[in-house]
């Protein structure tokens, strides 16, 4: 059986994506294994010869700080830690995002630097194996502290509290605990708090976003060069002339793109009237290439978090140190989530004009493309599906990350908000790719009335898979199949 080894590698986006959906086991590597129980053996020796308080391990949390903890009571304060702050609300993650979570902390807590136990980590290994989802819900975290909130609600079955879903059924974590034959563990000193601090459900959520936008980056240049063939545009501003003049990576890449995907339609290279294309046409490059960019530089953002150690206290063990600092604070993550929550939601924008444009009834296509129009309405509100949802993400595109709400008695007196911002960044995904699909819809339904002229191969091969699929609009029929047809069927297109 294929199996990926919790090791010191850097991991790409892609890879993590990778193992997550086909659902790849893992397994710890003798390195990582090593590692983490050098830091847990060097723990339990410097706390009896430590005069001084350590954060979290033998002090309260939080403001609480000043609070000493004897020894006889630290297995107990990480227990207290984990159930006080199981207290999220709203709907219930994910599957997907779960898995992305538990992986990201396992990933964290395996280079050795957190203070955890091999067994505790190795738990985290077994529910991801054997599909065992603690149920963690989307508010509660302020992106400062970590992911307080959410990362208590994953721990909560380590100790045979909560709820995880199993076998696609929610169910109480003890019951499920001993159907497999584990036993609840006994959390030691600083186990809980390297546990709940950490990015993770904010990364969790970034990296799908990340590997979602560059996805939509490439959807954006089909479904943009499908409406533009069918709005008979011209194809001189795709010329890369002027894109290398002006020196943007993502410009000249989305340019190149677009003509590649025209290459050889006939549609493209008869004359035309015109002497310009609107904006939403004819700026595909510059609009298209600037979140490619954004997407980029976000993408290095995430991928870093996802290779680094997020928690606090740090032990260093071989340097002898146990150092306080503030590697939870999600501020890269929030401003980067806030960041590419705007660039993708400019592929809807631009998009949705594009849809207006089709639908006008100009360049020789009947008004909202159906014969017979007035008795028939066509794809006139499709449009509105779109508008919807494009005027939604401009409210969810008003950044997270410049909000902060100090909490516990100040003591944490500037928080990231980043765990709203992935909740929305995800949210103007969802609603980017449907409006891209009511795009290729109605480009889709536009091209038909350029008959027998052909677009290019590429998108001819496109347009033969997709009308097995979704027929050829004739008169007026119950639309929402179609919308989610035209989801599922972009999602199925295999990219390069």
């Keep these: 059986m294929d199996m990926h080894a919790i090791d010191f590698q850097p991991l790409e986006i892609n890879r993590i994506s990778q193992l997550i959906s086909r ?5 710890l590597s003798q390195e990582a294994e090593a590692a983490i129980r050098h830091t847990r053996e060097y723990l339990d020796v410097v706390l009896d010869r430590r005069p001084e308080p350590v954060y979290g391990v033998n002090t309260g949390f939080g403001s609480l700080c000043k609070v000493r903890i004897s020894p006889d009571d630290l297995e107990s304060l990480q227990r207290n830690l984990i159930l006080s702050h199981a207290c999220g609300t709203g709907p219930e993650l994910e599957a997907e995002t779960i898995r992305y979570l538990l992986f990201l902390k396992i990933q964290s807590l395996s280079y050795g630097y957190s203070g955890v136990a091999v067994e505790t980590v190795q738990r985290l ?3 991801y194996n054997a599909d065992v989802l603690p149920v963690i819900f989307e508010q509660g975290s302020l992106g400062a502290s970590g992911d307080l909130c959410p990362l208590a609600h994953m721990s909560l079955p380590l100790i045979g509290e909560g709820e995880v879903r199993y076998k696609g059924i929610r169910r109480d974590a003890a019951g499920v605990l001993d159907e497999l034959g584990w036993k609840p563990l006994q959390l030691r000193s600083k186990e809980g708090l390297a546990l709940l601090n950490g990015t993770q459900f904010m990364n969790a959520h970034a990296v799908r976003c990340i590997a979602a936008a560059e996805r939509l980056l490439q959807l954006a240049d089909l479904t943009g060069a499908l409406s533009f063939d ?5 194809t ?6 002027i894109h290398r003049i002006r020196n943007q990576a993502g410009q000249q890449q989305a340019a190149a793109n677009l003509r590649s995907i025209l290459q050889g339609s006939e549609i493209s290279t008869r004359p035309k009237v015109q002497v310009q294309d609107p904006y939403s046409f004819r ?3 510059q609009v298209h290439g600037a979140s490619r960019d954004a997407v980029a530089y976000c993408r290095d953002i995430v991928s870093r978090e996802a290779n680094g150690v997020t928690d606090n206290p740090n032990i260093f063990a071989d340097g002898d140190a146990i150092l306080s600092g503030g590697n939870f604070h999600g ?4 401003l980067s989530l806030d960041f590419l929550a705007m660039a993708v939601s400019e592929l809807a924008s631009i998009s949705e004009r ?3 444009r089709l639908l006008s009834g100009s360049r020789d296509l009947p008004e909202f493309l159906v014969e017979g129009s007035g008795l028939h309405s066509g794809l006139m509100i499709p449009q509105y599906t779109a508008a919807s949802l494009v005027s939604q993400n401009k409210q969810l595109c008003t950044p997270a990350s410049v909000d902060s709400i100090p909490s516990c008695n100040e003591q944490e007196d500037h ?3 980043g765990a709203n911002a992935a909740t929305k960044c995800l949210r103007v995904i969802q609603n980017t790719t449907r409006v891209l699909a009511i795009e290729w819809l109605t480009a889709a339904q536009a091209l038909e009335f350029r008959r027998p002229l052909k677009t290019s191969p590429v998108l001819e091969g496109l347009m033969a898979t997709y009308r097995q699929q979704v027929s050829f609009n004739q008169a007026d029929r119950f639309l929402h199949p179609d919308i989610m047809q035209t989801v599922s069927f972009l999602d199925s297109i295999e990219l390069q």
């Design 415 to 417: 928080v990231s908000m």
């Design 23 to 27: 659902r790849i086991p893992l397994v």
């Design 283 to 285: 700026c595909m490059p």
């Design 236 to 241: 001189e501003p795709f010329d890369e002339r």
């Design 331 to 334: 501020q890269p993550l929030a």
């Design 125 to 127: 290994i077994d529910m």
């Design 354 to 356: 594009r849809v207006y």
């Design 230 to 234: 069918a709005w008979d545009c011209k």
